[in-house]
Nanobody, 118 residues
Framework: QVQLVESGGGLVQPGGSLRLSCAAS????????MSWYRQAPGKGRELVAT????????NYADSVKGRFTISRDNAKNTVYLQMNSLKPEDTAVYYC???????????WGQGTQVTVSS
C-alpha cells in the first residue's frame, strides 16, 4: 500500500535550517508529482512547495520563496524540503502529499512537527 513517511522535523532557532525528508513506497514514485503542505495551530492546511516528476519544475508559496527548496531523488523514492532562514511563523506540522493515478487520489504522510522558537 502507499506509504509516505516524513522525518527531520524538530526545534530550531529563528534563522536556522532544517531538512525534511519523505520516504515513499507502494507506488511508482518517479511518475508522481510530490508536494509539501503545512498546518499551523488553528489554521488550515497550506501548500508549501511542489516538485514535478523529474524535479525540473518546482513551485513555492510566496511566504517561503527564496528560503525553502524542494527536491527529489527518484532513485531513493524520497522527496526533500530544505528550509533555511526559518521564522517563527514557519512553525507548523509539515506533511508530504502525493496525488496518485488518473484520479489523483490523495495520500498524506503522518506529518512532522517543525517549531521555530528562541
Amino acid at each position: 500500500q502507499v506509504q509516505l513517511v516524513e522525518s527531520g522535523g524538530g526545534l530550531v532557532q529563528p534563522g536556522g535550517s532544517l531538512r525534511l525528508s519523505c520516504a515513499a513506497s507502494g507506488f511508482t514514485f518517479s511518475s508522481v508529482a510530490m508536494s509539501w503542505y503545512r498546518q499551523a495551530p488553528g489554521k488550515g492546511r497550506e501548500l508549501v512547495a511542489t516538485t514535478s516528476t523529474t524535479g525540473a519544475g518546482t513551485n513555492y508559496a510566496d511566504s517561503v520563496k527564496g528560503r525553502f527548496t524542494i527536491s527529489r531523488d527518484n532513485a531513493k523514492n524520497t522527496v526533500y524540503l530544505q528550509m533555511n532562514s526559518l521564522k517563527p511563523e514557519d512553525t507548523a506540522v509539515y506533511y508530504c502529499y502525493a496525488g496518485i493515478g488518473l484520479r489523483r487520489l490523495p495520500y498524506w504522510g503522518q506529518g512532522t512537527q517543525v517549531t521555530v522558537s528562541s
